[in-house]
């Protein structure tokens, strides 16, 4: 990833990576071999290497793992520019989500996994792919509030249920925990 120079020239067109993975559970040869790209690359070309814990599952999340990772780093030689937590952008990732469905680029569905996954593959809209704004801001809500409804929701990307890729067909990008 390359960072685009802004006005304020605050990349000045270096290259910036990311390591990020799940603190659920101990990292094992595939991580080793990402990290290894992600840190090796950014060193080659000038640029930085950001230790990001994608913590966003906290029922499977623990410290201990974060603890670990961390001196995993240490023992491969591999030295991290900054460590953050996708958790410390909850607050904008919301905002984006609620941008997304004031925009109609996103709703809320409600569909059981295998089927959502049936009818992904088959190319086939959910029910609620056109449901009005203030329906999707209402099962939105249900999400936020944690409640026993809203646990069974997600927030879907509007993109193309025909696209050849079927992992670009309204994927799932956004739930709650």
Same mark, same amino acid.
Request: proline content about 3%.
């Given at each position: ?36 790209? $992600? ?16 913590? %966003?599952?906290? $029922?499977k999340e623990k410290v201990e793992f974060v603890e ?14 900054? &460590? ?6 909850? *607050? ?39 449901? *009005? ?5 209402? &099962?939105?809500?249900? &999400? ?7 646990? %069974? ?25």
């Amino acid at each position: 990833i390359v960072a685009e120079d802004n006005d304020s020239g605050k990349h000045d067109g270096r290259v910036h990576t990311r390591f990020p993975p799940e603190p659920n559970g101990y990292l094992h040869i595939g991580h080793a071999k990402a990290m290894g790209l $992600s840190f090796s690359f950014a060193k080659a070309a000038g640029g930085e290497c950001n230790l990001r814990f994608d913590d %966003t599952n906290p $029922s499977k999340e623990k410290v201990e793992f974060v603890e670990n990772i961390i001196e995993d780093l240490k023992t491969l030689g591999f030295h991290h520019d900054k &460590m953050t937590y996708s958790s410390d952008y909850f *607050d904008k990732f919301y905002t984006y989500a609620l941008q997304m469905i004031d925009l109609g680029l996103a709703y809320v569905d409600d569909t059981p996994v295998e089927q959502l996954r049936e009818e992904r593959g088959e190319g086939i809209e959910s029910k609620h792919r056109s449901n *009005d704004k203030a329906k999707v801001l209402e &099962m939105f809500e249900e &999400m936020k509030q944690g409640t026993e409804y809203g646990l %069974t929701c997600c927030l879907r990307a509007k993109i193309d249920m025909q696209d050849k890729n079927k992992a670009m067909r309204d994927p799932i990008i956004y739930r709650c925990n």
